[in-house]
């Protein structure tokens, strides 16, 4: 009987343990299940974190590519190198006078080109370019254009209106027995006034004109301002709502206030049997 005991209570003790067993594995395969939903948790959190830090990164990266383009915007230069010699300035719409491409030893310019001019010498296709800046209003600009026809006028086709800023360009005069006019057009209005400062080397001298209802009247008009043919000058333009000032290779010649904000569009400027080079032609708008 002791023996059948022991023998019972050994199998119910093999039992238990087997249950005991079984439950600990059920336990452990719990314990194993959680972990991997928790670490499966974290990992997901972690690449979420990476993926938010690249997305940042771009970010980032557009934003400063974004203010790139902004600056690089607000600046623009036209050099003619990418232009055609003989050929009108691709950057350039014709209106007054001829303009064309040029060289000046292998450097191709820009050139108002007076040496077979006369009085009265409209662009070709005037009419179509007016329209093509202006619309309706076309019309009446041509009308008041035409009483300047005296001075070669040529529009920067980039910028619809310039406000404030700057506008530089470097210019070089060749010969021009009545003229040798350089000079910076703006506030060009729909009705074809605008305001210029040019340089002149047969003078000396530096001017602000104003050119408004088919007239011409100087504004400034500053004397004793040496330079000569056939070397590169520089002339530049500031403008800060009405306040004007003109500057020719960084000497300050104008400082005007006009009577009204200037903002319009932009370009180059010269008269009569002027022919001159023009290279590097840089706005720097705010």
Request: glycine fraction near 6%.
């Amino acid at each position: 009987m002791k023996r059948i005991f022991v023998v019972l209570m050994l199998l119910l003790a093999m039992l238990a343990c087997g249950k005991n067993t079984e439950q600990d594995k059920k336990n452990s395969l719990k314990k194993d299940g959680a972990n991997l939903v928790v670490k499966s948790k974290i990992i997901a959190k972690n690449e979420l974190k990476k993926q938010e830090g690249k997305t940042s990164v771009k970010e980032n990266v557009k934003t400063k590519d974004t203010n790139k383009l902004k600056k690089k915007d607000n600046l623009q230069k036209a050099d003619f190198n990418s232009d055609v010699f003989a050929a009108p300035s691709k950057k350039f719409s014709n209106f007054v006078g001829k303009w064309h491409i040029d060289k000046d030893a292998n450097n191709l310019v820009f050139a108002v080109d007076g040496r077979k001019w006369k009085q009265g010498l409209m662009a070709k296709g005037i009419a179509q370019k007016a329209k093509a800046m202006y619309g309706k209003k076309y019309a009446k600009f041509l009308d008041n254009l035409q009483a300047y026809k005296y001075f070669p006028l040529t529009i920067y086709k980039n910028i619809k209106e310039f406000k404030n800023g700057e506008i530089t360009v470097k210019f070089k005069a060749i010969s021009g027995r009545i003229d040798q006019g350089a000079g910076i057009a703006f506030n060009i209005k729909e009705n074809g006034d605008y305001l210029v400062i040019r340089a002149n080397p047969l003078e000396e001298n530096i001017v602000l004109f104003k050119m408004e209802k088919g007239h011409r009247s100087s504004v400034q008009w500053i004397k004793n301002i040496p330079h000569k043919s056939h070397k590169w000058y520089t002339l530049r333009v500031i403008i800060k709502d009405n306040h004007v000032l003109g500057f020719l290779n960084d000497k300050k010649c104008i400082d005007y206030k006009h009577k009204s904000v200037i903002k319009g569009k932009i370009g180059l400027w010269s008269k009569a049997d002027s022919y001159v080079f023009f290279d590097d032609f840089t706005v720097k708008s705010e």
